[in-house]
Every structure is written in C-alpha cells, then in structure tokens.
C-alpha cells in the first residue's frame, strides 16, 4: 500500500474522528478505578463511539472481538476485556481505541493509574507520554520517519526505560493500518521523507524492563517478556508545513486530557 497524501475533505473526516476518539478517551478516563473490569471499560467505550454516529476501527479488525484494547500493568497493547479481569489499587491501564467516521479512522492510546500507584509506574506513565512529544518534533515536512523514532529512543532510553521494537506505528485514514510504518526506535534505513497532507499514528509502547515481548496464547496480547510494567500513549497526526496538527487530540481539548 503506498503512502497517501490526504485531500482537505479526507482531513476534515480525519479531525473528527479524532474529536471523537478524543472525547471517548477523556470519558473512560473518569470511570477507570479499583473493582472495575476491563468488560465493562471496553462496553461502556463502545458506547461513546457509537453515540456519535461512528463505529470502533477496531471491533473484528481482523478478528480482535472488543471495541477498546485494555492492557494492564505487564500488558503491552492488545489485551482482551474479559469480565472477570478486574482493575485493582496500584495497577495502571493502557487503553487503546480507534474510530471510523464516514470511512476515515482515527487511532489514539493513553495510560492511566488505577487509584494511588508507585513513583516508579508514575515516572513509566510520564516518560512514555513525553516520548511521544519528543517524537513529533521531528514530524515535520523534511524530516524522515527515521527522526521521530530516534528522538522517541533517545528520550525513552536516557530515562532508564526501553522501548519495544516488535511493535511500530503507522500510517492511518481510509484504512486503520496504512503505509509508512512508524518506529519508536533509530533504524538502519532513514524511511520515506515527510510531507505535508501525510497523516500517521505515532505510538510509544515503553517497557520499565527489558523491551523483548510475547504473545499470548491468544494471539493478541503482547506482554513483556519479563513481567515488568508497559506503557502505551498514541495520537493521530497530520504532517503540514509548519507543526505537526494532533487529530486526536484537539487543541481546544488538551486541558481536559
């Protein structure tokens, strides 16, 4: 699939698919607390969606049965709501979730603390999302896909945590999972330039251990090989000619994050 360079009405979808997304996380946000299951997470967020008119990118997508992907604590992406997984005092929670809105996705993630938790997993939560934000410096037309992954290595690793490498970004629109893929990581090849109308998810996924995974016997869940805490933050952005435009996470919505 070739990287495309989105038309103004594309965008336009884009944006409120964000808007949406951005909304549905900011709602979930309230109710994450001890003795609630991740069932209930992934009902209620599917909810939301379609109480805008849309629909969850990810229900069936290739056969994942739940609207939000709710991962806690060892858990990297992909965790499956069940309703005997129960939250619990201490723990934290990554919830990633996407909107399809007349034909356009939108993908996003953020981490979340179960009730109180410890400076260690605080600090995870909080290099993890400033990763993402050294990352998109570099999401500029000029720059290369090679740039934001370095920047978000460089920040992650000077902070003692380590980033997953089985697992990248990508681009993003009419298709959940389009080209370029987007590594959180410095590679070999620089990767294509970036241009503006571009549209990509970039998406830290930070281990406090080792930054080797597994899969589950369920095929979905992605967990760190040694059983230590991950976090996940995504947004949906647009590259234009100046700073990068987050499409899921509005300006006019930031203080409510």
């Not at 594309?10 to 001890?34: D, F, V, W």
């Not at 990554?94 to 979340?112: E, F, I, N």
């Not at 999302?129 to 920047?151: M, N, P, T, V």
């Not at 998406?203 to 016997?217: K, R």
Request: aromatic letters at 6%.
């Amino acid at each position: 699939m070739a990287v495309t360079i989105k038309s103004e009405r594309e965008i336009e979808l884009m944006r409120e698919a964000g808007r949406i997304l951005c909304k549905t996380h900011q709602e979930l946000k309230k109710i994450i607390k001890p003795g609630i299951s991740t069932m209930e997470i992934d009902r209620i967020g599917e909810e939301i969606i379609r109480s805008y008119d849309a629909t969850p990118s990810f229900k069936n997508y290739e056969g994942y049965p739940a609207s939000i992907c709710v991962s806690v604590n060892d858990e990297v992406v992909h965790g499956i709501p069940h309703p005997k997984h129960i939250l619990r005092e201490g723990d934290i929670v990554s919830l990633d979730a996407g909107v399809l809105y007349k034909g356009y996705h939108s993908d996003s993630a953020r981490t979340h603390a179960v009730g109180e938790i410890s400076d260690e997993l605080r600090n995870l939560m909080a290099v993890t999302k400033q990763s993402f934000f050294e990352g998109i410096r570099y999401a500029k037309a000029g720059y290369h896909i090679k740039d934001i992954g370095k920047a978000v290595q460089k920040y992650v690793e000077a902070n003692g945590c380590s980033v997953v490498r089985d697992l990248v970004g990508h681009g993003i629109g009419s298709h959940l999972h389009e080209a370029p893929e987007v590594p959180n990581f410095s590679t070999l090849k620089r990767g294509i330039k970036l241009l503006p109308g571009m549209t990509i998810a970039v998406e830290p996924m930070v281990n406090l251990g080792t930054s080797d995974v597994w899969w589950m016997e369920d095929d979905w869940t992605v967990v760190t090989a040694d059983g230590k805490a991950s976090a996940h933050y995504e947004n949906t952005i647009l590259i234009t000619e100046g700073e990068p435009e987050l499409l899921s996470l509005p300006e006019d919505m930031m203080e409510e994050e």
